[in-house]
């Protein structure tokens, strides 16, 4: 039994090691950010309305998968699964809408810039038409 565990916890210890988890999504948040960018007042409603299958479309018309992944695995930023249990709705709206306003007004997302180092590009998308089906899909992940 006590060579069992000699053997056993080791090998428990180095899986528990081996898949290093992003640290970008241990970081939760209560901010939506900054009110100068503007959101839909109804924005909850509209992202329940959204159609997931045009998110889809969108995240890659609009450029987000070459940097993230629907998964909690990191590529330039972070995994997107579960973002919106992690951070604020209007935090998220505002984060695709605006990083560059996000990043230098946004305590939140200058926390996640100093942990991941490279800035996310405005990707122009549109406040009315795109962003609920973005959240959407974001949303069903
Ligand atoms: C050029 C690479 C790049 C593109 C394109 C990009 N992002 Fe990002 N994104 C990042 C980086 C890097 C971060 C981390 C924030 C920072 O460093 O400012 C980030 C952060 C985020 C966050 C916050 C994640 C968290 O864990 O809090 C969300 C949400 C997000 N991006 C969604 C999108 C969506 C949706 C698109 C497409 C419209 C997109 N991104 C396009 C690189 C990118």
Do not use: Y
């Not at 209007?90 to 942990?115: G, H, S, T, Y």
Request: aromatic share 4%; net charge positive.
């Amino acid at each position: 039994m006590t060579t069992l565990r000699i053997l056993v916890f080791p090998l428990l210890f180095a899986a528990a090691c081996a898949r290093q988890p992003d640290p970008a999504r241990a970081l939760r948040g209560a901010s939506d950010g900054p009110a100068s960018i503007a959101l839909p007042n109804n924005l909850l409603e509209l992202v329940e309305k959204a159609d997931v299958k045009r998110g889809e479309a969108l995240f890659v018309s609009k450029g987000c998968k070459a940097c993230h992944n629907l998964t909690d695995v990191k590529l330039v930023g972070p995994g997107l699964q579960g973002v919106l249990e992690r951070r604020h709705l209007n935090w998220v709206a505002r984060m695709i809408l605006r990083p560059d306003v996000m990043v230098k007004q946004d305590a939140e997302a200058k926390q996640l810039f100093a942990l991941v180092m490279t800035p996310m590009a405005n990707q122009n998308v549109a406040v009315e038409t795109e962003l609920p089906a973005l959240l959407a899909l974001l949303k069903s992940l």
